[in-house]
């Protein structure tokens, strides 16, 4: 048989509060379950900010946070610090050599 989820959800110790920071230094918290998909808190602040979430980065500890991880599973404590970044993407590297800048 499957384990069963623990009868008492509502207990505190199920449940952490994080601060998730963007590149403007806005501080949006979440409180969310041990078990909650990263994806969902990656969603619903992306839905809070405006931005689509394809266009976001999340690190925790310096390392990017995949939708499928739970705080549980990457050692989250209360207040843990999620950090938010644009992504870089397009644009163009083009070379000039030096007769060509005057």
């Not at 952490?16 to 969310?32: M, P, Q, T, W, Y």
């Not at 397009?90 to 000039?96: A, I, L, N, T």
Request: with cysteine; charged share 30%.
């Amino acid at each position: 048989q499957d384990p069963k989820p623990d009868s008492a959800p509502s207990e505190s110790s199920d449940y952490i509060k994080l601060k998730v920071v963007g590149s403007d230094a806005n501080e949006i918290h979440f409180r969310v379950k041990m078990t909650t998909q990263m994806g969902k808190l990656k969603k619903s602040y992306s839905d809070r900010v405006g931005v689509p979430v394809s266009s976001l980065r999340f690190l925790f500890d310096g390392r990017r946070i995949n939708d499928d991880e739970t705080p549980k599973q990457l050692e989250m404590r209360n207040d843990d610090l999620i950090e938010v970044y644009q992504e870089q993407t397009g644009g163009c590297w083009c070379h000039y050599s030096s007769n060509q800048l005057f």
